[in-house]
C-alpha cells in the first residue's frame, strides 16, 4: 500500500515536472504576484481603451464611406449644368475623403497590432502566473511526501523497539550523553 503511494506521488512529480520547467525561475514571492496582477490589470485597460478606440475608428470609417459613397453618386449623377469649379470641388473632397479612408484604414492594423501584442503579453503573464502556481503545488506535494516518510519511519521504529524496550535505550543514551558530557 505504502509503495502504491510513493509510486502515485513519483507519477504525479513526473507530470508536473515538464509544468515548472516551462515557466520562469524567478522566486515566487508575494509581491510578484501583486505586481503580476497589476500588470494584468493595466494589459486589460489598455485593452478595452484599444477596443473603444477601434470601435470609434470603425464607426468614423462608416461615415467617411457614406460621405465618400454620396459624393461619388453625386459626381457621376452629375447633369451637363455643372461647372466645371464644381467638378473640381467634388473631385478634391473624394480624394481627401480617400485618403482619410486610407489613414483609418492604417490606424485599424495599428491598433490591431497592439491588440495581438497586449493579448500575448498577458498570455505570457498568465503562463507566467500559472508556472509561479504549480511550482507552489509541487513544493507542497514534496513537502507532505517528506512529512508521510519521517511519519512512517517512526511508526516502523516504534514498532521494531517494541512496548517494553522503549524506554531501555533512552535511559543508555541518555547515560551515555551525560557521561561524555562530564
Same mark, same amino acid.
Given at each position: 500500500?505504502?509503495?502504491?503511494?510513493?509510486?502515485?506521488?513519483? !507519477?504525479? #512529480?513526473?507530470?508536473?515536472?515538464?509544468?515548472?520547467?516551462?515557466?520562469?525561475?524567478?522566486?515566487?514571492?508575494?509581491?510578484?504576484?501583486?505586481?503580476?496582477?497589476?500588470?494584468?490589470? +493595466?494589459?486589460?485597460?489598455?485593452?478595452?481603451?484599444?477596443?473603444?478606440?477601434?470601435?470609434?475608428?470603425?464607426?468614423? !470609417?462608416?461615415?467617411?464611406?457614406?460621405?465618400?459613397?454620396?459624393?461619388?453618386?453625386?459626381?457621376?449623377?452629375? *447633369?451637363?449644368?455643372?461647372?466645371?469649379?464644381?467638378?473640381?470641388?467634388?473631385?478634391?473632397?473624394? *480624394?481627401?475623403?480617400?485618403?482619410?479612408?486610407?489613414?483609418?484604414?492604417?490606424?485599424?492594423?495599428?491598433? =490591431?497590432?497592439? *491588440?495581438?501584442?497586449?493579448?500575448? +503579453?498577458?498570455?505570457?503573464?498568465?503562463?507566467?502566473?500559472?508556472?509561479?502556481?504549480?511550482?507552489?503545488?509541487? =513544493? *507542497?506535494?514534496?513537502?507532505?511526501?517528506? =512529512?508521510?516518510?519521517?511519519?512512517? =519511519?517512526?511508526?516502523? /521504529?516504534? #514498532? +521494531?523497539?517494541?512496548?517494553? /524496550?522503549?524506554?531501555?535505550?533512552?535511559? /543508555?543514551?541518555?547515560?551515555?550523553?551525560?557521561?561524555?558530557?562530564?
Amino acid at each position: 500500500m505504502g509503495q502504491r503511494r510513493i509510486f502515485v506521488i513519483l !507519477l504525479l #512529480l513526473t507530470f508536473l515536472t515538464p509544468l515548472v520547467f516551462s515557466g520562469n525561475f524567478q522566486s515566487t514571492s508575494p509581491q510578484q504576484a501583486v505586481q503580476d496582477s497589476d500588470e494584468l490589470a +493595466k494589459c486589460e485597460q489598455n485593452l478595452s481603451i484599444l477596443r473603444q478606440q477601434l470601435q470609434e475608428l470603425n464607426q468614423t !470609417l462608416e461615415n467617411v464611406t457614406r460621405e465618400r459613397d454620396y459624393y461619388k453618386t453625386r459626381y457621376e449623377n452629375m *447633369t451637363v449644368n455643372v461647372t466645371n469649379l464644381e467638378l473640381i470641388e467634388i473631385k478634391q473632397n473624394i *480624394t481627401i475623403l480617400n485618403q482619410q479612408i486610407q489613414q483609418l484604414n492604417v490606424s485599424i492594423s495599428m491598433l =490591431e497590432r497592439k *491588440t495581438e501584442n497586449i493579448l500575448v +503579453k498577458m498570455w505570457y503573464l498568465e503562463l507566467g502566473v500559472g508556472a509561479l502556481v504549480s511550482v507552489t503545488i509541487v =513544493e *507542497t506535494v514534496i513537502k507532505i511526501a517528506k =512529512e508521510y516518510k519521517k511519519r512512517k =519511519e517512526k511508526k516502523n /521504529e516504534k #514498532l +521494531k523497539v517494541g512496548p517494553g /524496550e522503549e524506554n531501555a535505550p533512552n535511559k /543508555e543514551n541518555k547515560e551515555g550523553e551525560s557521561g561524555k558530557g562530564e
